[in-house]
């Protein structure tokens, strides 16, 4: 048995590695093909190419002749190969990275290299700022710039993008698609359509007759900066932000199996397909197929279901989570809806960091349908942000009178605050002052990073004051930069069902915490939920279906969450808490 057990991907990995060095170095055009016809033909190979080579049979495999299997074997044989180890002394490996590099070939790459011996990414990108790519032959300002463009969309890569984000972006996009001649339908699928907090990348569906001038079209789109791939059904693309996208275009009338596919995930089609092979019929993206071939075409994703005998699952609870299994047990829960929120619980005025007037903000709520807004504003400690001082409860009250006086009985204005969970655990207002308050929110901002026990101790001091009625964004997390805090989460919750406090879902799309995982959590142990804004302006206040679908995402119905029951209810119930 040889230590050296090259898995396929790692020797098509080397065979691609030999095809790029040589074409860098200017060899003949045959032979690089040969490589990567050989790479290719061994990512993509079914058995196990070691195997294959115990049996020595490796010529079998499409694309291997002599000289590739004579370096599989040297391969196997002694761990490395010495015509790489030569090419590699001749030509420097790193030059391969650069052509990750969107629209550089090995041409240029052998250009830069000779003329300027830039031999990485580093150098290439110091080299573009400093401007020496230009002068050289069949270079210019515009593709110096679009290789510093490139470059930067590579770095981005590996990150996945937040939701925040990739809403806006394919939001411009489904209105572009829209504008294509013969494009009947442009949705979003995805994880995006899920509403996962981050999207790998975009998937855009799109209901068209005829899919090449969609696929034209789309791929020519000015914001995009490379095309990964293009077919009749499906077309990727990187654009200049480094998002990328993928198309899926199908005809009207397979709409619905193609949207359903392509929302996933993955998970949720494998049990959808499990379930349709049970019923004789095979789901694929194209639509339903029985035994005989013939087929079941369906133009909406609600036909889907139908066919498949179950209630149609919301995107947002497609991940495998027992909801399969839920709809056919009829047990599929009653998933909370952006129109059941009746009030938003948690904003920000002048008082503090917010923007606008309290009356502003409460125009706003009630132009968004609510019947009561509380302002949460912030308390003195918060550093970052001017607090309201115990003495300014008197003239916010006033002034929480004087816009209830003007706005009549259209909205219920509450005087609530958002008090600091200070660093030794104690709240930033004495209990006598929390006792005054409507609504009492409390919330870890500062000192996020202490150890797993101290912090939780924090927040569990919080809990445990009976003046508190919600904890606010309880993990303090911030999409994508600042994890949430080390929290003893089991603890946490035992202690919200002893107190009865309320968990928030903070609708915030940088936040969305507690997340859709602890949320069913918490309902699961009978935590009441609200989910609020946080806003700070009153068009935030329209940032409310993010928190809505971390919801939904968290099995949650309207009975869970206090802010979607009756005023009345939720009235009762702060009054109840003290
Ligand atoms: P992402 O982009 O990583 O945030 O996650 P998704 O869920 O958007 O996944 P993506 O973009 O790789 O693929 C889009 C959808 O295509 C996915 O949600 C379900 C479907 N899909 C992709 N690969 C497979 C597969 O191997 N089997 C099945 N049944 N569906 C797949
Ligand atoms: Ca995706
Ligand atoms: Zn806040």
Same mark, same amino acid.
């Given at each position: 048995?040889?230590?050296?057990?090259?898995?396929?991907?790692?020797?098509?990995?080397?065979?691609?590695?030999?095809?790029?060095?040589?074409?860098?170095?200017?060899?003949?055009?045959?032979?690089?093909?040969?490589?990567?016809?050989?790479?290719?033909?061994?990512?993509?190979?079914?058995?196990?190419?070691?195997?294959?080579?115990?049996?020595?049979?490796?010529?079998?495999?499409?694309?291997?002749?002599?000289?590739?299997?004579?370096?599989?074997?040297?391969?196997?044989?002694?761990?490395?190969?010495?015509?790489?180890?030569?090419?590699?002394?001749?030509?420097?490996?790193?030059?391969?990275?650069?052509?990750?590099?969107?629209?550089?070939?090995?041409?240029?790459?052998?250009?830069?290299?000779?003329?300027?011996?830039?031999?990485?990414?580093?150098?290439?990108?110091?080299?573009?700022?400093?401007?020496?790519?230009?002068?050289?032959?069949?270079?210019?300002?515009?593709?110096?710039?679009?290789?510093?463009?490139?470059?930067?969309?590579?770095?981005?890569?590996?990150?996945?993008?937040?939701?925040?984000?990739?809403?806006?972006?394919?939001?411009?996009?489904?209105?572009?698609?829209?504008?294509?001649?013969?494009?009947?339908?442009?949705?979003?699928?995805?994880?995006?359509?899920?509403?996962?907090?981050?999207?790998?990348?975009?998937?855009?569906?799109?209901?068209?007759?005829?899919?090449?001038?969609?696929?034209?079209?789309?791929?020519?789109?000015?914001?995009?900066?490379?095309?990964?791939?293009?077919?009749?059904?499906?077309?990727?693309?990187?654009?200049?932000?480094?998002?990328?996208?993928?198309?899926?275009?199908?005809?009207?009338?397979?709409?619905?199996?193609?949207?359903?596919?392509?929302?996933?995930?993955?998970?949720?089609?494998?049990?959808?397909?499990?379930?349709?092979?049970?019923?004789?019929?095979?789901?694929?993206?194209?639509?339903?197929?029985?035994?005989?071939?013939?087929?079941?075409?369906?133009?909406?994703?609600?036909?889907?279901?139908?066919?498949?005998?179950?209630?149609?699952?919301?995107?947002?609870?497609?991940?495998?989570?027992?909801?399969?299994?839920?709809?056919?047990?009829?047990?599929?829960?009653?998933?909370?809806?952006?129109?059941?929120?009746?009030?938003?619980?948690?904003?920000?005025?002048?008082?503090?960091?917010?923007?606008?007037?309290?009356?502003?903000?409460?125009?706003?709520?009630?132009?968004?349908?609510?019947?009561?807004?509380?302002?949460?504003?912030?308390?003195?400690?918060?550093?970052?942000?001017?607090?309201?001082?115990?003495?300014?409860?008197?003239?916010?009250?006033?002034?929480?009178?004087?816009?209830?006086?003007?706005?009549?009985?259209? %909205?219920?204005?509450?005087?609530?605050?958002? *008090? /600091?969970? &200070?660093?030794?655990?104690?709240?930033?207002? @004495? #209990?006598?002052? $929390?006792?005054?308050?409507?609504?009492?929110?409390?919330?870890?901002?500062?000192?996020?990073?202490?150890?797993?026990?101290?912090?939780?101790?924090?927040?569990?001091?919080?809990?445990?004051?009976?003046?508190?009625?919600?904890?606010?964004?309880?993990?303090?997390?911030?999409?994508?930069?600042?994890?949430?805090?080390?929290?003893?989460?089991?603890?946490?919750?035992?202690?919200?069902?002893?107190?009865?406090?309320?968990?928030?879902?903070?609708?915030?799309?940088?936040?969305?915490?507690?997340?859709?995982?602890?949320?069913?959590?918490?309902?699961?142990?009978?935590?009441?939920?609200?989910?609020?804004?946080?806003?700070?302006?009153?068009?935030?206040?329209?940032?409310?279906?993010?928190? %809505?679908?971390?919801?939904?995402?968290?099995? *949650? /119905?309207? &009975?869970?969450?206090?802010?979607?029951?009756? @005023? #009345?209810?939720? $009235?009762?119930?702060?009054?109840?808490?003290?």
């Amino acid at each position: 048995m040889t230590q050296h057990q090259f898995t396929n991907q790692e020797l098509a990995d080397i065979f691609e590695t030999i095809a790029n060095l040589l074409e860098i170095k200017g060899e003949v055009i045959y032979k690089i093909l040969a490589y990567r016809k050989a790479a290719d033909s061994l990512r993509d190979y079914g058995g196990n190419v070691y195997t294959v080579w115990q049996e020595g049979k490796l010529t079998d495999i499409p694309g291997v002749g002599k000289a590739i299997s004579e370096k599989i074997d040297e391969l196997y044989t002694t761990g490395h190969l010495e015509f790489l180890d030569k090419l590699s002394s001749e030509v420097p490996p790193s030059l391969a990275e650069l052509l990750e590099v969107p629209d550089l070939g090995p041409k240029k790459v052998a250009l830069f290299w000779k003329e300027l011996g830039i031999t990485d990414l580093a150098g290439l990108e110091a080299a573009a700022q400093a401007g020496e790519l230009q002068n050289l032959p069949g270079m210019g300002q515009k593709s110096e710039a679009k290789i510093l463009a490139g470059i930067e969309a590579l770095s981005r890569r590996t990150t996945r993008t937040p939701l925040w984000k990739a809403w806006p972006a394919a939001d411009e996009l489904l209105k572009k698609l829209l504008n294509i001649p013969g494009v009947e339908q442009a949705v979003a699928g995805g994880s995006l359509r899920r509403m996962k907090e981050t999207v790998g990348d975009l998937d855009l569906l799109v209901a068209a007759a005829d899919s090449a001038p969609v696929m034209e079209a789309f791929t020519n789109l000015p914001e995009v900066l490379q095309v990964i791939g293009s077919g009749k059904t499906k077309s990727s693309v990187e654009f200049n932000n480094g998002l990328r996208a993928q198309l899926w275009v199908h005809p009207p009338e397979r709409f619905g199996t193609a949207l359903q596919y392509a929302t996933g995930s993955k998970d949720h089609n494998v049990r959808l397909r499990e379930l349709s092979l049970k019923n004789g019929l095979s789901l694929s993206e194209h639509g339903f197929a029985r035994e005989d071939e013939s087929e079941i075409l369906c133009a909406t994703e609600e036909e889907v279901y139908e066919v498949l005998g179950i209630p149609w699952i919301p995107p947002e609870a497609r991940e495998d989570r027992g909801e399969v299994q839920a709809a056919l047990a009829g047990e599929l829960p009653d998933f909370i809806e952006l129109s059941d929120i009746q009030a938003e619980l948690h904003t920000h005025s002048t008082w503090s960091d917010g923007k606008v007037s309290i009356k502003e903000m409460a125009i706003g709520a009630r132009d968004r349908g609510y019947k009561i807004l509380a302002v949460t504003d912030h308390s003195p400690s918060l550093g970052i942000t001017q607090g309201v001082t115990i003495k300014d409860f008197k003239g916010q009250r006033e002034e929480i009178d004087r816009a209830q006086e003007e706005l009549g009985d259209s %909205i219920l204005i509450l005087q609530g605050s958002e *008090v /600091e969970i &200070k660093a030794d655990g104690t709240l930033d207002y @004495p #209990d006598q002052v $929390l006792a005054e308050l409507d609504i009492v929110f409390a919330s870890l901002h500062v000192s996020l990073r202490q150890p797993r026990e101290q912090i939780t101790k924090r927040l569990l001091n919080a809990i445990q004051n009976p003046h508190v009625d919600v904890i606010g964004h309880p993990t303090g997390r911030l999409i994508p930069d600042r994890e949430g805090a080390d929290l003893d989460i089991e603890a946490v919750f035992a202690a919200a069902v002893e107190s009865g406090v309320a968990m928030e879902i903070s609708a915030h799309p940088e936040r969305l915490d507690l997340n859709d995982i602890h949320a069913r959590q918490a309902i699961e142990l009978g935590i009441p939920l609200s989910i609020n804004t946080d806003a700070h302006t009153p068009g935030e206040l329209d940032l409310m279906h993010f928190g %809505i679908a971390t919801a939904r995402r968290g099995w *949650v /119905e309207a &009975k869970n969450v206090i802010n979607a029951w009756e @005023p #009345d209810k939720l $009235l009762d119930w702060l009054r109840n808490r003290g």
